[in-house]
């Protein structure tokens, strides 16, 4: 979308992202999604009296690598409360960092090229989640609301971007680069369905070169999607607001994703006192060098690089390839393909299975082994096996695991690789003698009706390469 | 302690221990108001495990077979537990504070859970939701405050030690309004683990008995690092009780001025005597002054509220507890916590949301927070001139009911004296010394640096013996 | 510091979520009036440049392995709350989204 004439967005990005410990940030809850309400608590996560926190040092360890990787400063750090009232947050104040994060500055450098600073990236706790009951479901008309604490203390690192964002599509890529940061740290299983990376966004509008107008908070955008489409949105309303002699106000506002609209949740005036003050159950973290070192040294590559690396290997990249190599990067397969790659298997073929069959068993994908994955593609890539069969040797391998070459032969797949698919070439070839006299006369189209022709008498199970040399020999 | 070893030998039982601690509460708790909940069967079974690790020649523990009385705001599994409380009404914890694990472990029997003000905010034990605690030497005093109803359980001799909580003299405050001796360990020293907060810098918990000798053997049971506390500190319980005989001889003493000017004359006369009984004892004696000790009561009105006014914004009708029904939940909220607490929480809860809240929070919480560094630079510059300090618990032997409830500031000057090692996270105690005009006991208080309990304990001694105590 | 007023008090009884009568509103803010009065002494004080201590002592990088250790019983739990359903704590109706 492009904003009207002379006018241009300024957006920063506040980024929840939550850590993937086993447990929670201040006991030793599991720190588990889609658990059974409030089978994962105890005293000091539902904030009973007498109990106390004491702080995760994985929570700590996943906290610096963020900052790692977006070249923060680490330094020493302590703990505060932010005190509210909210049900769904069970001592009714937050554990959070202030004044003091445990990351400040740093940056991050999008594929488009451009860079958008980091404040800061600090350590919290999460709160509990809230099911609205009568009404529509929703927070607004709801008659009553039950509260499940599963969630309650898990730990987020909050990652403040600068107000450098001039676009939705940048806002977008931004979101999606860090996501890719956070899953290559391990901080993060990066998963916006299940909420596990919230976004908050501070929209404001001005003329180029103007100061910063009034900006307005979104709260909560759960998708890339509802990022793109909120920005834009608030974008434009400011826009409208102040072209009709309006003023924006500052407030929080709230992203109906039905609607696709923004409205009024908090104005300023009704902005909480946090009464921000020291937790005095937490001591002060001072991270030493050797305890960095230790957690930058166990730092892999960053989605940057390992894109650069698995580009440079795509001699020729079609743009399919290249959008392949999101998909791969970020979905963290580009070891596999490498490795296919080294063992001889052609790129364009393993980015192809990891983007796509990959992909779509990324669940499972700890089944796979890098040997299992390249003899498949070897396989295919001899003739062996149908691009079809190859499909459902992967599809076995990463449910069940296993032997590809097993796998095939269990599944009756080798039975076409000799003879029997030059008899069904033959055969076909008698059945349709008209398309292969033109094949027969240079009319290279009709090769894939026959490939068609004979995949559907095999079900699929021929190699289309073979089929072609079966015909060449032919001709 | 001699009921622990006679359980152990066989003398007595852990039973009959038992048998006759509930007697005494039963002969007095009517008159008193100690004990908001008995727990008889629970101390049966305390007691009888204990016989039973006798029987099958285990050790018994440190404090085998010894009834126990457990200020109120101590989580233990199952019993109920209010810290003074309406809106803690019928609760029961799914859990036990770790120095009840601890007493249980070394064999004491908890007799059940004694009353004090409302989550420790008053020094009378008035505030207390359900009704005052009356001193046991003489009932129509208060037995001080907040940790009244652990004082009085002693002093009644319903059973021989208990626990409370100091935050800014609640142990040693009742302990000389009782004649007892109470300690306020170093911060850290003692797990918090399940102490329901009022202050969370300044609480710690500490024993009161009758004697140093007893007070040294409980604190070194619950004593030592709590892995749930982040704030213990990291060693494990020092030795106590071996030390209680060192006496003082070689020490330096300070009498601080700051420590008992303005208190009542027999207050002052008992100083000035304990500091010749330690002078005869071997120690030597150094007048101080610590100007900055009367900057203390001010800070800690402003800290201890500010934190707790966050401590106690989780008893909102939600989770536990007390729930006023409303058409929403802040409404609820409201209405739960309006009912829930009584009027010096209140107070409290607002002082130290307005010290925290925008606009206020430099010129009162921040400025609090600084005046703290000046008390702990104070103190250490104290403890270059002296090993150990000593002044008077309470400007006051103990006063009658009512006298200071309808004036929160008169209420807060009577915590003037022990408030300056609160904020500085240093070890003191208050031991009886000498009775007053009105034959009511006086309590002198010695202060240490952090980590000094066992000093603080030989000095206690050495005034036990010289004021004719065994 | 100037003085409290009674509107302060009224504020703050709702930040904390405590209703007063206008009996008590009268009542407190001469009771908190006089203590804050009291703290005059400090808030009065040039403390510049004195480091605010939060703390007593020193501790630094208390921790915790990550380590799972047993929840409570939700049956236990939930025994404990004023109202509950389905396994979770029951509320009435939140009028507005977490700030
Ligand atoms: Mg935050
Ligand atoms: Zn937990």
Redesign the pocket.
């Known amino acids: 979308m492009t904003l009207p004439d002379r006018w241009e967005m300024v957006v920063g990005l ?1 980024v ?1 992202t939550e850590l993937k410990t086993t447990t929670k940030m201040f006991c030793g809850c599991a720190n588990e999604f889609g658990a059974e309400p409030n089978t994962n608590i105890c005293p000091v996560c539902l904030g009973l009296p007498g109990s106390l926190p004491v702080l995760n040092v994985r929570a700590v360890d996943l906290a610096m690598a963020i900052g790692f990787a977006l070249h923060s400063t680490i330094a020493s750090s302590t703990f505060h409360r ?1 005190n509210y009232f909210y049900p769904d947050m069970p001592k009714d104040f ?1 554990i ?1 960092q202030y004044d003091l994060p445990i990351n400040s500055g740093g940056y991050l450098d999008l594929p488009d090229g451009s860079r958008v600073t980091v404040e800061r990236a ?1 350590l ?1 706790e999460d709160t509990g989640k809230s099911t609205h009951l009568g009404g529509s479901g929703r927070i607004h008309g709801a008659e009553r609301s039950l509260v499940d604490y599963n969630r309650s203390g898990v730990p ?1 690192v ?1 990652i403040v971007s600068g107000p450098d964002i001039r676009s939705s599509a940048q806002a977008r890529a931004y979101a999606s680069e860090l996501r890719g940061i956070l899953i290559a740290t391990g901080a993060s299983d990066g998963r916006m369905e299940e909420g596990s990376m919230r976004i908050d966004a501070n929209v404001s509008v001005r003329r180029p070169g103007d100061p910063l107008g009034t900006r307005c908070e979104i709260k909560n955008l759960n998708s890339l999607r509802s990022l793109h489409r909120a920005i834009d949105y608030e974008a434009l309303r400011q826009i409208e607001l102040i072209d009709a002699g309006g003023t924006v106000r500052q407030e929080t506002r709230h992203w109906d994703e039905s609607l696709g609209a923004t409205s009024t949740m908090r104005t300023k005036e009704e902005a909480e006192d946090y009464r921000y003050f020291r937790e005095p159950d937490l001591v002060d973290l001072v991270p030493d060098p050797a305890w960095q070192e230790r957690v930058r040294a166990g730092l892999g590559a960053m989605p940057a690089q390992r894109r650069a690396t698995l580009r440079a290997r795509l001699s020729d990249a079609t743009s399919s390839q290249l959008d392949a190599l999101e998909v791969v990067v970020d979905l963290g397969f580009d070891d596999l393909v490498l490795a296919a790659i080294d063992a001889g298997i052609d790129p364009t073929l393993a980015m192809a299975r990891a983007a796509n069959e990959l992909a779509s068993g990324i669940d499972h994908v700890g089944n796979l082994t890098t040997e299992a994955f390249t003899t498949t593609l070897a396989m295919e890539q001899s003739g062996e096996l149908s691009a079809t069969q190859a499909k459902t040797v992967l599809l076995e391998l990463l449910e069940h695991g296993g032997d590809p070459r097993k796998i095939a032969k269990d599944k009756g797949f080798e039975q076409l690789s000799s003879g029997s698919l030059g008899a069904t070439v033959e055969a076909l070839i008698k059945q349709h003698p008209e398309e292969w006299t033109r094949f027969a006369e240079g009319d290279e189209k009709l090769a894939q009706f026959f490939i068609g022709q004979v995949m559907k008498s095999t079900k699929g199970q021929a190699n289309g390469k073979a089929v072609i040399a079966e015909l060449q020999s032919r001709r | 302690m001699q009921i622990a070893s006679d359980v152990r030998s066989g003398a007595t039982t852990a039973e009959a221990e038992m048998a006759s601690s509930l007697e005494a509460i039963r002969a007095r708790n009517d008159e008193l108001n100690v004990f908001l909940f008995v727990d008889e069967g629970g101390a049966i079974n305390a007691a009888r495990r204990v016989d039973e690790r006798v029987a099958r020649g285990e050790n018994a523990g440190q404090l085998a077979g010894v009834p126990i009385a457990l200020k109120d705001n101590l989580c233990q599994v199952g019993v109920p537990t209010t810290a003074g409380s309406r809106i803690l009404e019928g609760w029961l914890p799914p859990y036990n504070a770790t120095v009840i694990e601890r007493v249980l472990a070394a064999g004491a029997v908890p007799m059940g859970k004694v009353n004090m003000d409302e989550f420790a905010m008053g020094s009378s034990t008035e505030s207390s939701a359900y009704g005052p605690t009356r001193n046991p030497l003489d009932p129509s005093r208060v037995p001080g405050g907040s940790s009244g109803g652990s004082a009085s359980a002693v002093a009644a001799d319903m059973t021989p030690m208990s626990l409370g909580s100091d935050t800014g003299g609640s142990i040693r405050q009742p302990a000389a309004f009782c004649g007892l001796v109470g300690v306020k360990p170093t911060y850290g020293l003692v797990s918090r683990y399940g102490l329901i907060a009022f202050a969370s810098s300044l609480d710690q918990i500490g024993p009161f008995a009758k004697n140093a000798t007893d007070a040294a053997l409980l604190l070194e049971v619950i004593a030592g690092h709590d892995p749930m506390d982040s704030t213990s500190l990291p060693e494990p319980a020092p030795s106590l009780v071996s030390h209680v005989n060192d006496g003082v001889a070689g020490q330096r003493i300070g009498v601080v001025r700051e420590l008992y000017e303005g208190a009542d004359d027999e207050v002052v006369a008992e100083v000035e005597r304990a500091a010749a009984a330690l002078r005869d004892a071997g120690a030597t004696i150094v007048e101080i002054s610590v100007p900055e000790f009367r900057l203390g009561l001010s800070a800690y009105y402003l800290i201890a509220p500010a934190e707790a006014s966050s401590n106690l914004a989780r008893y909102d009708g939600v989770r536990y507890g007390l729930r006023v029904d409303a058409e929403d939940v802040a409404a609820m909220n409201e209405a739960t916590r309006t009912a829930g607490f009584g009027a010096e929480v209140k107070r409290r809860i607002m002082l130290g949301t307005y010290a925290l809240s925008a606009g206020y929070y430099d010129a009162y919480y921040g400025q609090a927070l600084k005046v703290r560094t000046q008390m702990i630079d104070a103190f250490r510059r104290a403890y270059q001139e002296a090993d150990l300090l000593l002044g008077a618990t309470a400007p006051s032997v103990a006063f009658t009911l009512g006298a200071k409830s309808s004036d929160p500031l008169a209420m807060y000057l009577s915590d003037v004296f022990t408030i300056p090692t609160n904020l500085a996270g240093d070890a003191a105690l208050s031991v009886p010394f000498g009775t007053g005009d009105t034959g009511l006991p006086v309590g002198v208080q010695l202060v240490g640096p952090g980590r000094s309990e066992a000093q603080l304990f030989a000095a206690a001694r050495v005034l036990e013996l010289a004021d004719g105590r065994s | 510091m100037a003085p409290l007023r009674r509107e302060d008090v009224a504020k703050v009884a709702k930040l904390a979520r405590l209703k007063l009568s206008e009996a008590e509103l009268d009542q407190f803010t001469e009771q908190l009036g006089q203590v804050l009065e009291h703290a005059n002494d400090i808030a009065a004080l040039n403390l510049e440049g004195v480091v605010a201590t939060a703390h007593p002592f020193g501790l630094i990088n208390v921790v915790r392995e990550d380590e799972l250790r047993p929840s409570l019983s939700r049956d236990a739990v939930l025994a404990m709350a004023p109202d509950a359903e389905d396994g979770r704590f029951g509320v009435p109706r939140i009028m507005g989204e977490a700030p």
């Open positions: 506040e929840h932010k937050q959070s600090h919290e987020l909050e």
